[in-house]
């Protein structure tokens, strides 16, 4: 319920700013959408894709930079303190005892797709500043490119962005820049759930025009 309200109240204060091109839990958005974006991209010729893997983004959100993101909008009064307990609460363990969160977004609430979104908004702000086309659903992303060596250039520079300025961390095993084509397309979309989110019928259109 406590959630639900904090929720309740965030919501309307930053959906509105959030990017356009990011389409996880907000209302009129959907995975459908993230994956047309994408389409299109390739269909103008950028053909190179910057798949950036955020390592266990909902347990390294860093506290301190999430409340000062959210200072300026509802200020250091009753409301900032009790998302900073909600954030530092702790998770009780199997054997009952509690264990702290000194980082992380705790997961399956209303509360924390919000809060991700507010803490990842810099990052979608970042990349439309350099110009680049791309597409987030949640801690999922994907930018597209013209070539190569961009490509090599942008994972390097927004690796940088993520860890120095957003401090999280990018799963440099996970994370790869890649060709696409029309049979790679889908299962870069499948592997980051995107298609998994949408509606069997959905999922099947998508796929046949890839």
Not at 95 to 124: C, F, H, K, M, Y
Not at 190 to 202: A, K, L, N, P, R
Request: aromatic fraction near 6%; include cysteine.
């Amino acid at each position: 319920m406590i959630q639900q309200a904090i929720a309740q109240v965030l919501t309307p204060l930053y959906d509105g700013e959030f990017s356009e091109y990011s389409y996880g839990f907000r209302e009129g958005r959907s995975a459908h959408q993230a994956v047309r974006r994408v389409q299109t991209a390739w269909a103008h010729k950028l053909r190179h894709a910057i798949d950036c893997d955020l390592k266990a983004f909902f347990d390294t959100v860093n506290h301190d930079r999430l409340l000062n993101q959210l200072r300026p909008k509802i200020g250091s009064g009753k409301l900032l303190r009790l998302i900073g307990r909600y954030l530092r609460a702790g998770v009780v363990l199997p054997d009952g005892t509690r264990e702290a969160t000194p980082l992380g977004v705790p997961q399956g609430g209303p509360l924390s797709p919000l809060l991700a979104n507010i803490t990842l908004d810099p990052l979608d702000k970042e990349i439309e500043r350099r110009g680049h086309v791309h597409a987030r659903y949640a801690d999922d992303f994907i930018i597209v490119v013209e070539g190569k060596m961009k490509a090599q250039r942008v994972m390097e520079s927004i690796t940088r962005f993520i860890e120095r300025k957003l401090k999280l961390v990018v799963n440099r095993t996970k994370s790869k820049k890649r060709a696409t084509d029309r049979q790679f397309l889908p299962r870069l979309l499948h592997q980051q759930s995107w298609i998994d989110q949408m509606d069997g019928e959905s999922a099947r259109e998508v796929q046949a025009e890839s």
